[in-house]
Structure formats: structure tokens, C-alpha cells
């Protein structure tokens, strides 16, 4: 499995931007497809994930402000992201797993977000 990540970059607090991750290779029995993130100094945490079936998943500090979205036919995730926060800051990476793990599964190379204030 391949993830291959793009959308990050840099934004002023209050805008958007979208995330994508695109998937290749034997992921037809992936059961989730999610974004975590870490910021200098911290560990890497869950923001969003979303099932195969579905089931969505946020952390409570991005309910609201972000989408998780995925088009099958694409083998794509997408993370919508508005009202960023400076806070939000960090390096984004696409996950591919059977369950979530800050560790486990399959990962993107990362892509840096940056929000100015």
C-alpha cells in the first residue's frame, strides 16, 4: 500500500484548506483510512478517520471544523479543513489500517500545515 498525501501549506488563522491522500496498491481489505497529526514536541494524534463503511471518527478539538471524506472509486481521503487554528499547526500524515494507531499501518510521507496567527 502507497499513500501518497498533497494540499498542505501555509494559511492565515480562519482559512481553509484540503488535504488529500491517495491510495495504491492491495487496500481493498483497509477498514480505515484517517489523517493524524504532530506538531514539534508533541505525539502524533488522531484528527479525523472514516471506515469503510463510513463511520467517522474526529478528535473532540476539530469537531466541527474539519471533513473527513473518501471516494472509493478514487481510492482518495480527503481532510477538509476550516477555521484553522494556529493551534492546528503540524505535519499531517495519511493513514491506512484495520484499526487506529498512532503507529500502526501504513503511512503517507506527511505534509506540513502551517497556520499563522
Known amino acids: 500500500v502507497q499513500l501518497v498525501e498533497s494540499g498542505g501549506g501555509l494559511v492565515q488563522a480562519g482559512g481553509s484548506l484540503r488535504l488529500s491522500c491517495a491510495a495504491s496498491?492491495?487496500?481493498?481489505?483497509?477498514?480505515?483510512m484517517a489523517w493524524y497529526r504532530q506538531a514539534p514536541g508533541k505525539q502524533r494524534e488522531l484528527v479525523a478517520g472514516i471506515t469503510n463503511i463510513g463511520t467517522i471518527n474526529y478528535a473532540d478539538s476539530v469537531k466541527g471544523r474539519f471533513t473527513i471524506s473518501r471516494d472509493n472509486a478514487k481510492n482518495t481521503v480527503y481532510l477538509q479543513m476550516n477555521n484553522l487554528k494556529p493551534e492546528d499547526t503540524a505535519v499531517y500524515y495519511c493513514?491506512?489500517?484495520?484499526?487506529?494507531?498512532?503507529?500502526?499501518?501504513?503511512w503517507g510521507q506527511g505534509t506540513q500545515v502551517t497556520v499563522s496567527s
Open positions: 496498491g492491495i487496500i481493498f481489505n483497509i477498514n480505515i
Open positions: 493513514n491506512a489500517a484495520n484499526y487506529y494507531s498512532a503507529y500502526d499501518g501504513y
